[in-house]
Structure formats: structure tokens, C-alpha cells
């Protein structure tokens, strides 16, 4: 859990409070609301907080140009003070954006080159639109999405959240305020994050155990908390399928790709250290049955094991499930024959990933 400070005092109360507990770390740093207050001591406080080893941010900062409790000039001049501190002390900031989309980026470009695979930090409780979710990507932060998300008329927020890449994606509560459905009306609390993974959860497909093992996984990639990801994983569950990773190998080269940069699906790193036998693909099956599907996918072209997809659907579908085959197409290519009649009775669905609609298109 990570609490939040706004201003000086509320960061060291949240630096003690991380003190208490393991499961606790903190931020420190001065909101928009309170950069009017920063006297001369201020930033000697951020300095002596931020060298903490459970305060693993900076922020609170930004800029609110909907309530304007501070000028919005001053606010600019401490937003680019506390973003050089956070650079000077190698920490990733949270963000704080309303009303501002222009400035937020403007400023945040004078430091952050592009670079969609840095840590840079968190775009906090989440209300721009998708240019401003773009822009921030692009600079390599994460976005968080509060209870807001599940609110009645928040259609083109959920449709921001819809589209944010998995390994960027957080929730949180900004409590005591956003309080989320069915709770709206009330005081917030931690423990009502769960409605807004589950929120998050439904508007992308999945399931809420899907984005809270990605959000996991990507606490750890920002603050270097919690686990990593195993590799070697061979058999991994997303929504109620089963999908099985036989070879990190493909025939297709192309740009989007990250199986061998970061092979990371919905928080399970599919890097193999080598190829799983058949025996060891079936034995990573508990039940077909429990499934509504097993898939033949991975990070790379399954059908360049052939063999293997044979033997282990054939005792897929003698069980009682059901097989689909997840590939790139090129598999008569690959086996110099046709191989769908050897597929016949094994595998009950072929997908076909068609990433260009002309081979002009995909050069």
C-alpha cells in the first residue's frame, strides 16, 4: 500500500505510518493546493524525507487549475522544482493533473524524454482525456485510475482506462474522496480499492485476479517492491482460458513485439529458458475441463512444435476439453506441408493474428 503526502506535515505522518507497518510505504511532497505555504525550509524537509528507505516518491505535485488555491504561476515554478528533486534523488514523482493538460505536459517534457519503457512515475486518480494518458506513456509513467472510473456518466474516462497497456495500469483510492460504486456518497477507504479493480477489470475483459497480478507486477517495475515475475512459466490463466507457452521462437519480425524485450502477459513473464517437453506441458495442466478453452499461444509461433501441439491436444480434447490454436498463420510454411488435416479432430478453433490488413501494410 502506498500513502500518500500532500505537504510537509501529511509526509511525515505518512513516512511514520510506513514506519508501523511492512506492508505500508509513503510519498513525500507539496500539492498544488499548498505550494503557496513553501517557506524556506520546505525543500530541506522533501530532501530529509525522500532519503527514507520506505518513502519511494515524490509527490504529491502538479498542477490544479480547476481550484486555483495557489497561483498558477507559483504552482509551475514549485512543479518543476520538486520534479529536478525527485530527478536529483533518482525517485519517480506522482502527479497531480486537472484542468492543465497543456502545462502538465509542457513541463513534464522539459525532463522526461520519450521513452514508454522508463519509470518515471504515476499519473494519479486519472480524469484527462486520451491525448493527455498518451502524452504521459510516451514519457514512461503509469496511469491510476480511481473510483471515479465507476462512475455513471465517466464513459470516456473508462474508455481512456480501456486502453492503457496492461503494464502501466493501477488503481487506487484517492480516499477520503471518489468513494467508488456502490459506495458513492460515502467516505472512502483503502479497502474499497477493490471496486475499482473490478471496475477496471470489466471494461477490459478480464478478470479482477488478471489486474490485480499485472498491477502487482507493475508495483514492483516502478518501486522495486514485491515480486518479479518468474520466467519459465509454460501454462498461465487469463479471463477462464488456458493458455500454454511452448516456444519464445516465431517466423514473423515485427516492430510491436516484445517477446524477447519483455515477454509480459496480464503480469506472467512467458521467457522460457528452454523449451517445455510435451510431458511437461501436459503435466502444467491441472484439469481441461475447468477451462472454458486451452490455447496454444505464448510469446512466440506455436506450430514451430508441431509434435508437441498434436500430443498434448490429443490429451486435451480425450479429457473432455476444449482446444484452440493461436498463431501467426504461417504453419503449412513452416512444416513444408498442409498440416490442418493432422489438426483435424485435435483443435477446435484456429485464430489467426492478421496485424496488417496487406503485406504493404505490415513491411
Avoid at 267 to 290: C, F, M, Q
Avoid at 307 to 322: H, L, N, P, W, Y
Amino acid at each position: 500500500m502506498l500513502n500518500i503526502g500532500c505537504d510537509v506535515e501529511s509526509s511525515y505522518r505518512s513516512m511514520e505510518l510506513a514506519e508501523q507497518f511492512d506492508f505500508i510505504y509513503a510519498t513525500a511532497g507539496i500539492h498544488p493546493h499548498d505550494v503557496k505555504s513553501i517557506d524556506n525550509d520546505t525543500y530541506s524537509h522533501l530532501r530529509q524525507l525522500l532519503v527514507h528507505p520506505k518513502v519511494v516518491a515524490l509527490g504529491e505535485i502538479g498542477l490544479d487549475y480547476f481550484k486555483n488555491y495557489s497561483p498558477q504561476d507559483l504552482q509551475r515554478t514549485h512543479f518543476r522544482n520538486q520534479i529536478q528533486l525527485a530527478r536529483d534523488m533518482n525517485k519517480p514523482v506522482v502527479v497531480h493533473s486537472r484542468d492543465a493538460k497543456e502545462d502538465i505536459i509542457s513541463i513534464l517534457s522539459e525532463f522526461y524524454p520519450k521513452d514508454p519503457t522508463a519509470h518515471s512515475g504515476i499519473f494519479h486518480c486519472f480524469s484527462g482525456d486520451q491525448e493527455l494518458a498518451d502524452a504521459a506513456l510516451e514519457m514512461g509513467f503509469y496511469i491510476s485510475f480511481s473510483g471515479s472510473v465507476t462512475f455513471k456518466k465517466a464513459d470516456e474516462l473508462r474508455d481512456v482506462a480501456k486502453n492503457v497497456p496492461a503494464d502501466r495500469l493501477f488503481a487506487e483510492t484517492d480516499c477520503p474522496y471518489l468513494t467508488p460504486v456502490p459506495h458513492r456518497g460515502k467516505r472512502n477507504e483503502p479497502a474499497y480499492v477493490n471496486f475499482t479493480a473490478e471496475k477496471l477489470a470489466k471494461i477490459r475483459g478480464l478478470k479482477i485476479e488478471d489486474v490485480e497480478r499485472t498491477m502487482a507486477l507493475n508495483f514492483f517495475g516502478l518501486f522495486g517492491i514485491g515480486e518479479q515475475a518468474k520466467t519459465g512459466t509454460v501454462s498461465y490463466k487469463i479471463r477462464n482460458s488456458l493458455y500454454l507457452n511452448l516456444t519464445q521462437r516465431c517466423t514473423a519480425d515485427c516492430v510491436f513485439c516484445t517477446r524477447l524485450t519483455k515477454p509480459v502477459v496480464q503480469g506472467y513473464n512467458l521467457k522460457l529458458d528452454r523449451e517445455p517437453t510435451a510431458k511437461e506441458v501436459w503435466e502444467s495442466i491441472d484439469d481441461p475441463k475447468n477451462y472454458d478453452e486451452v490455447v496454444f499461444c505464448g510469446f512466440g509461433e506455436p506450430t514451430l512444435r508441431l509434435d508437441v501441439i498434436k500430443e498434448v491436444a490429443k490429451k486435451i480434447k480425450d479429457s473432455g476439453g476444449r482446444v484452440r490454436l493461436n498463431t501467426n498463420g504461417h504453419g503449412n510454411v513452416i512444416n513444408k506441408r498442409n498440416i490442418l488435416p493432422e489438426l483435424s479432430g485435435l483443435i477446435d478453433e484456429v485464430s489467426v493474428s492478421l496485424n496488417a490488413d496487406s503485406s504493404e501494410a505490415y513491411d
